[in-house]
């Protein structure tokens, strides 16, 4: 009996290719194959969703190589490797050829035949790169991981990922790589591992082809806010101390978060895009049509041009 889908925003249909033969995983029924359907709730992490339904439902341990999502929206689809295979009711091995045109579109066919040749345009989205990652982390680590297919994933696609792996030794490190427009995020967080070694996860080694660094998880994980209002004021109190630390560690070195990539908003950086500002804000309260607050004037508007140090318009 198949698996009962919960009502979902967005339903991504997913192609599960083993790394031995490049065949791709798919559900029979009634001698028709069809792509393995998974729901991914508004609001949360699609690759974390897809790992942990195919794992959990179709017992499926897989590591999510890529992510097409149209540009309407409609019809994701997703390619991941299995991990462990073994066999499942209802799942079927076949060739990409097989696949009904009504489950993939062209576009899609020939991205499936990419990876599957080891064209792919992301390094990390190749077949087999769950293999260099573990074989990269232990060896970086001296430690071994505890097992491929329990790797937790939170995030895939377009050069993007970001996994957790537990060590035999009890330690759990996080591998992190980014795509465009994010590429600087390796050398930013280089950088502030050498500046506020207290404040951030330290970095303990990066992989410059993956655009890829890999971190030694630190601090306390907080899987859900407090719900007691003391709680949510002594978390507030740490989270603002902590970033204030940051902030103070970072006094001086300004042209080296820049030369590293950071985006730079600074306060005259900010402000010279202010007279944009103020008149995209005057367009919009012109434009109010609630009555339950009353929209910004001139007047307001005045003052707050003061308050910033900013001249008024003549």
């Known amino acids: 009996m198949m698996p009962a889908f919960p ?7 997913v192609l599960i290719v083993d790394s031995m033969s490049r065949a791709v995983f798919v559900r029979e029924d009634r001698s028709e194959y069809r792509l393995i359907r998974v729901c991914v709730p508004t609001g949360t992490r699609p690759a974390q969703q897809l790992q942990k ?11 999510v190589l890529d992510v097409m999502i149209p540009k309407d929206g409609d019809r994701p689809c997703a390619i991941a490797e299995l991990l462990q295979r073994e066999a499942v009711e209802g799942i079927a091995s076949i060739g990409p050829d097989q696949i009904p045109d009504e489950e993939l579109s062209a576009q899609e066919r020939t991205w499936l035949l990419s990876v599957l040749s080891g064209d792919s345009i992301h390094p990390i989205a190749r077949i087999g790169w769950a293999d260099d990652a573990v074989q990269w982390v232990e060896a970086t680590t001296t430690s071994k991981v505890l097992s491929k297919a329990d790797i ?5 696609g377009n050069g993007f990922s970001l996994l957790c792996f537990r060590m035999n ?3 759990t490190h996080w591998l992190k790589a980014t795509g465009a427009p994010n590429t600087q995020e390796r050398s930013v967080s280089l950088l502030l591992t050498r500046l506020c070694r207290d404040y951030v996860p330290e970095v303990v080694a990066e992989r410059l082809e993956w655009n890829a660094w890999l971190m030694h998880s630190s601090g306390q994980s907080l899987s859900k806010l407090p719900q007691e209002a003391p709680e949510v004021e002594r978390m507030l109190q740490v989270a603002v101390k902590s970033l204030a630390g940051l902030q103070i560690r970072t006094v001086g070195a300004e042209l080296d978060l820049l030369n590293a990539g950071a985006v730079d908003h600074r306060t005259h950086v900010l402000r010279n895009d202010a007279e944009a500002l103020f008149a995209y804000i005057d367009e919009a309260m012109g434009c109010q049509t609630s009555t339950k607050v009353s929209p910004l004037g001139r007047n307001g508007l005045a ?12």
Do not use: H, K, M
């Not at 339904?53 to 590591?63: G, I, N």
């Not at 937790?152 to 895939?156: D, L, T, V, W």
């Open 53 to 63: 339904a195919l794992r959990d439902v179709w017992r499926l341990p897989v590591l």
């Open 7 to 13: 009502i979902c925003s967005n339903e991504y249909r």
């Open 152 to 156: 937790e994933q939170f995030n895939a």
């Open 303 to 314: 003052s707050s041009r003061i308050f910033l140090n900013i001249p008024a318009t003549t």
């Open 169 to 171: 030794d009890g330690a």
